[in-house]
């Protein structure tokens, strides 16, 4: 299976912008459908936004506008851009793709995405 390193989180002051990656290893990232979810304190984990294989994206209709997906299939890396950070984006975020060669699918079903990186921690200050 792949594996996925996420990185790039940290504590940010409300206002301010981070940019997370994930890794891909062991396999190309071009096979994948890949997505970042997160998951806040006591709160379900929570589809951000997802990247076809080779163009496309989609976000979760509430994050549309200060989160930028983005992937470099020569780098095996997908990006997560984050502007205007809000205390409320505090969470785990997490890189997570699908089966090969899959289509990607909602981001309301993450059991679709088989494999997930361990989790980078985004924590927003007010």
């Known amino acids: 299976q792949v594996q996925l390193v996420e990185s790039g989180g940290g504590s940010v002051q409300a206002g301010g912008s981070l940019r997370l990656s994930c890794t891909a290893s062991?396999?190309?990232?071009?096979?994948?459908?890949m997505a970042w979810f997160r998951q806040a304190p006591g709160k379900e984990r929570e589809g951000v936004a997802y990247?076809?294989?080779?163009?496309?994206?989609k976000y979760a209709d509430s994050l549309k506008g200060r989160f930028i997906i983005s992937r470099d299939n020569g780098k095996n890396t997908l990006y997560l851009q984050i502007y205007s950070l809000k205390p409320e984006d505090t969470a785990v975020y997490y890189c997570?793709?699908?089966?090969?060669?899959?289509?990607?699918?909602?981001?309301?079903?993450?059991?679709?995405?088989?494999?997930w990186g361990q989790g980078t921690q985004v924590t927003v200050s007010s």
């Open positions: 997570a793709a699908m089966r090969p060669v899959e289509s990607c699918v909602p981001l309301s079903t993450p059991s679709r995405y088989i494999n």
């Open positions: 062991r396999y190309e990232s071009n096979r994948y459908c």
């Open positions: 990247s076809k294989r080779y163009g496309g994206t």
